[in-house]
């Protein structure tokens, strides 16, 4: 199967699994299809040249969507386009009761194939093959919650997880969605104002992620490929990162093998940094690719 037809199935599977989900019920569910929208969807307004030879997605450079939720739970879905930009959006069911949504890779395919959604009401749901299961309760503690990938070699991606005093927690996911029992990461968290991460940003192709400081600091954290010391120390990457009020790992956004970061700022620029693949200098320059972005409410 091509690139092109894996991400059609792919997104054809989360808009039709939105649409399906509205016959569930339950205010923590539920997907209200069809639904209007307050306003458009954002635009993108600029595309790099093509990547030069099309990597094909790996779980150390995935190929993601990026996901837009309005204020009115009305979602929209962008495809990358392998050049450094998104394909044209396209709507996903309004979820009126939904707090935030986590991308993931369950056969480590390198492609989105769904998502853990965390609901108002603390329940935590997976997204998957046009079905809404409900995987657990009580995650209300939980104040930021992604996937990086698979942490340490196993078959299926993990979960990090901040509480509400600053620690992060690690969850294995199982192949039929449930998660074994928390293990800690380590305290401390609660000093990083965005933490985010998909895929590998050093090039030993094991799953890092950068987290911002209160003073704007961008810190990488390698990941070890240990689950007992998932994460080395951190390393400064740089400065003023305050700029940014969203900061969003979606993997490979332009088919160079190398796992990239979006930012969005308060005007709602959205803007790419595309990963070089080295520690020591993780990003290149920032290149505008979208605006409009500050209409929603959260991007994931």
């Known amino acids: 199967m091509t690139q092109s037809s894996w991400r059609a199935r792919a997104l054809s599977r989360l808009v039709i699994s939105a649409i399906a989900v509205a016959v569930v019920g339950g205010t923590a569910g539920t997907a209200l299809a069809d639904a209007p929208a307050t306003t458009g969807p954002a635009k993108i307004v600029a595309r790099s040249a093509a990547a030069a030879g099309q990597h094909k997605p790996t779980p150390a450079a995935p190929d993601f969507f990026l996901t837009g939720i309005l204020p009115s739970g009305q979602t929209y ?17 309004v979820w009126p009761h939904f707090r935030f949504g986590v991308p993931v890779d369950p056969d480590l395919t390198g492609y989105q194939d769904g998502e853990y959604q965390v609901m108002d009401d603390g329940t935590l749901n997976l997204f998957r093959n046009a079905r809404l299961k409900k995987v657990a309760g009580g995650w209300g503690q939980y104040n930021v919650v992604f996937s990086p990938g698979t942490l340490g070699g196993a078959k299926h991606p993990d979960l990090l997880a901040r509480d509400k005093q600053g620690v992060l927690w690690r969850f294995q996911t199982r192949a039929d969605g449930s998660l074994a029992p928390r293990v800690e990461v380590g305290p401390g968290w609660n000093q990083f104002t965005q933490i985010t991460g998909q895929g ?19 810190w990488l954290y390698r990941g070890t490929g240990d689950l007992r010391k998932p994460f080395a120390s951190r390393v400064k990457v740089g400065p003023g990162w305050n700029q940014f009020n969203k900061l969003v790992a979606t993997g490979d956004v332009d088919g160079d093998g190398h796992s990239d970061l979006l930012a969005r700022d308060p005007q709602g620029n959205l803007w790419l940094h595309k990963g070089t693949g080295r520690a020591a200098a993780p990003f290149k320059s920032r290149v505008k690719i979208g605006t409009g972005f500050n209409q929603y409410r959260d991007i994931y």
Do not use: M
Not at 201 to 217: M, Y
């Open 77 to 93: 879905v962008y495809s990358p386009d392998g050049k450094g930009g998104f394909e044209e959006p396209s709507g996903a069911g």
């Open 200 to 218: 590998d940003l050093t090039g030993d192709s094991k799953p890092d992620i950068v987290a911002r400081d209160k003073q704007g600091v961008l």
